[in-house]
T-cell receptor, first 115, second 115 residues
Framework: DAGVTQSPTHLIKTRGQQVTLRCSPKSGHDTVSWYQQALGQGPQFIFQYYEEEERQRGNFPDRFSGHQFPNYSSELNVNALLLGDSALYLC??????????????FGQGTRLTVV | AQTVTQSQPEMSVQEAETVTLSCTYDTSESDYYLFWYKQPPSRQMILVIRQEAYKQQNATENRFSVNFQKAAKSFSLKISDSQLGDAAMYFCAYRKFYNTDKLIFGTGTRLQVFP
């Protein structure tokens, strides 16, 4: 089991550009959540996808959007990049419907730098 | 809204000694989960220990244990017999009852372990 995989690991973008980050969940997981971790801070919840729909959303502008595919993998898109979008973006997967044995598994993140 | 506070930005401990990391949280929920995650330089969030709020017994995982005080809304992590590999950022996190609810993280504590 490869666990949660994210790509790319690093990327550099220019202000105003658009970026797409990708996440493959852990085998058997059907729910994907995205978090933004600014330098020196804890992760902040962006949104969550389940059954190809956005189910929960944190306090992030509409420039942040996502998608989930039938194989449960997910993309995070950020439009009109700002310098403040520079952060580590973490993907976490989990299995919906389970109350016990509950934990989210995280990927290694994508480090986005906006210049 | 739920919040998580970690008031120790940095802590240090000598190898083989014991260290305690503090965490307080605020919630009006009665059923929820609390977690401690470790984030080494590899950036991947690794679950250290989990506590269910309805359980009075403090969780233990090998050298890691928690002191869960529900009334005081306190959730500290004790690391016994500290090892060099324990050096990392440690994040306290809160989640409502269902496993697909978002995680709310504190700002983290950087733990240094000296030989």
């Amino acid at each position: 089991d490869a666990g949660v995989t994210q790509s790319p690991t690093h990327l550099i973008k220019t202000r105003g550009q658009q970026v797409t980050l990708r996440c493959s969940p852990k085998s058997g997981h059907d729910t994907v959540s995205w978090y933004q971790q600014a330098l020196g801070q804890g992760p902040q919840f962006i949104f969550q996808y389940y059954e190809e729909e956005e189910r929960q959303r944190g306090n992030f502008p509409d420039r942040f959007s996502g998608h989930q595919f039938p194989n449960y993998s997910s993309e995070l898109n950020v439009n009109a990049l700002l310098l403040g979008d520079s952060a580590l973006y973490l993907c976490a997967s989990s299995q919906a419907g389970q109350i016990m044995n509950t934990e989210a598994f995280f990927g290694q993140g994508t480090r986005l730098t906006v210049v | 809204a739920q919040t998580v506070t970690q008031s120790q930005p940095e802590m240090s401990v000598q190898e083989a000694e014991t260290v305690t990391l503090s965490c307080t949280y605020d919630t009006s929920e009665s059923d929820y989960y609390l977690f401690w995650y470790k984030q080494p330089p590899s950036r991947q969030m690794i679950l250290v220990i989990r506590q269910e709020a309805y359980k009075q017994q403090n969780a233990t995982e090998n050298r890691f244990s928690v002191n869960f005080q529900k009334a005081a809304k306190s959730f500290s992590l004790k690391i016994s017999d500290s090892q060099l590999g324990d050096a990392a950022m440690y994040f306290c996190a809160y989640r409502k009852f269902y496993n697909t609810d978002k995680l709310i993280f504190g700002t983290g504590t950087r733990l240094q372990v000296f030989p």
